[in-house]
């Protein structure tokens, strides 16, 4: 059954304001009184995680403007994307920790773009010890698990060991979710006993599915389905659809949620979150635009409204102080 309020998630921080995944972004978020935080997780060199939200750095970090990388540039297909830039899988952790976070759509975000070149790199146990302190949970986001698992990289391991080590493996405050359910798997065969939340896009398959199954990979939409949520119950505890698969849009933008699926994995006993709550007009549905361009905020509130009424079990923001008063109305 769907909670009372939402869990109401810093996605990424509070990347609104400041660059993502930096510690003024998580610290503003917990000041903003979120009641968890969502790092991405992607490895370096020598088997550290860190947060990132992809593995190619060039849009977060400062990582091209230093000559002692430059060699380091180069192309990767990942996920079936081809990418130009650097990867965190070429540097180690010291290496890492001596660039600074960006932000990643200035265009958007020239506010937090002020911010550029502040704050360094922060590893999973940063943001770990960061939640602890400030009292809120941890929903940590795996990424790229088989491309990883291709390149020599058990990302299950090394969540894993991380999370042992920093005395998060047990903690009721944890939530792992990933697009990929495979990884999650992994992980329940490694004994972890917090929610699992396998993430949902508007289109598409998995990519650890498109690898192994080829043409034959179970799509997302198929995961929605009656038969697919009955899967998904025996395999996960949770589901984290983008936002527009419950506001479920008509072409011309107009809104026909809350899907119906919503109510169809809540009677599975399954959760649901979605992602991301954003007041800008770029991210909202045309119907909810405003004049003053995509970095201007447009009518959010009754976007959210729709999501609120869904009757969530969480959902992902990106400015806390905007989502936490909305979603706790």
Known sequence: MPVERPLIIGHRGAPGYLPEHSRSSYERAIASGVDAVEPDVVPTKDGVLVVRHENEIAATTDVSTRPE?????????VDGERLEGWFTEDFTWAEL?????????????????????????LSLRDVLDLARAGGVGVVLEVKHAAFFERAGFDIAELVERELREAAWWDDP???????????????RERGIRAPLVQLVEASGAPADLRHRDGAQAASYASMLTPAGLDSLADAVDGISPDKR????????????????????????GLR?????CRPENRFL??????????????????EWAVLRAAGLDGVFVDHPDLGVPFFRA
Do not use: K, M, N
């Not at 405050?173 to 992980?187: D, Q």
């Open 285 to 302: 549905l045309p119907a909810f635009r405003r004049a003053g361009g995509p970095a201007a905020f447009g009518d959010y509130e009754r």
């Open 173 to 187: 405050a944890l939530v792992i979710e990933s697009f990929e359910p495979l990884v999650l798997r992994r992980l």
């Open 272 to 276: 649901v979150f979605t992602w991301t």
């Open 245 to 268: 698969l419950i506001l479920a849009p008509d072409r011309w933008g107009r809104v026909h949620g809350p899907a119906r699926f919503v109510a169809d994995a809540h009677a599975r």
């Open 69 to 77: 990388f430059a060699s380091r540039r180069r192309s990767a297909v």
């Open 97 to 121: 920790q001596t660039l600074r976070c960006r932000e990643r759509i200035p265009d958007v975000r020239p506010g937090s773009a002020e911010h550029d070149d502040v704050d360094p790199v």
